[in-house]
């Protein structure tokens, strides 16, 4: 059989352990870092001018699309990413970043929801969003409202579970937290 990674020695996994433990403790989420990131946005006007012409624009064409109106859910969605963006103090990374060995080993399940709603700085929440304006828009007018957030939310915890999922099958093959070195 053909191994795909050495072994890993027990000290070894035993310090990624101690350093993950450290970095989700009290402490880790105290000192880590907060988002969204401050940034001097005058140094960025233009890429601002940009992105909010480019808003406009598909603003625009969704309300044209609706009858003057915007989706409800659509809606929804994009209220709560802002209200956790403008939280005041913003939110520790450690706290809400998709984590799989938060979410495997700490039981942090809570993260595969949080860490959807984060975004780093505005060019990231306002690019984000202008996608979920535009294709959720589109998808809620075929759906329905009830049927597009129920997609949504079932599609964001296999999305979500499917990235811890392959992480932690990578791991394995690679003979991290397994005890020894996957074999094929």
Do not use: W
């Not at 959807?116 to 007018?141: I, W, Y």
Request: aromatic share 8%; with cysteine.
């Amino acid at each position: 059989p053909m191994s795909y990674a050495s072994p890993v020695s027990s000290m070894t996994e035993r310090a990624e352990r101690a350093l993950a433990n450290m970095r989700f403790s009290d402490f880790g989420r105290r000192t880590g870092p907060r988002l969204p990131i401050p940034m001097d946005y005058s140094q960025r006007s233009n890429e601002l001018i940009i992105q909010g012409f480019q808003i406009a624009m598909t603003l625009r064409q969704v309300i044209d699309a609706h009858d003057g109106a915007l989706p409800k859910g659509t809606l929804c969605i994009i209220g709560a990413n802002v209200l956790v963006f403008l939280k005041r103090d913003g939110v520790a990374f450690a706290d809400v970043c998709l984590n799989p060995y938060a979410v495997l080993h700490l039981n942090q399940v809570d993260r595969l929801v949080k860490s959807a709603f984060v975004h780093r700085d505005l060019f990231h929440l306002l690019a984000n969003m202008t996608g979920v304006l535009q294709d959720g828009a589109f998808l809620e007018s075929q759906d329905g409202t009830a049927t597009f957030l129920a997609r949504t939310a079932i599609l964001l915890g296999l999305s979500q579970g499917m990235l811890v999922a392959l992480s932690h099958s990578e791991r394995r093959l690679a003979g991290y937290g397994s005890g020894g070195g996957g074999r094929g």
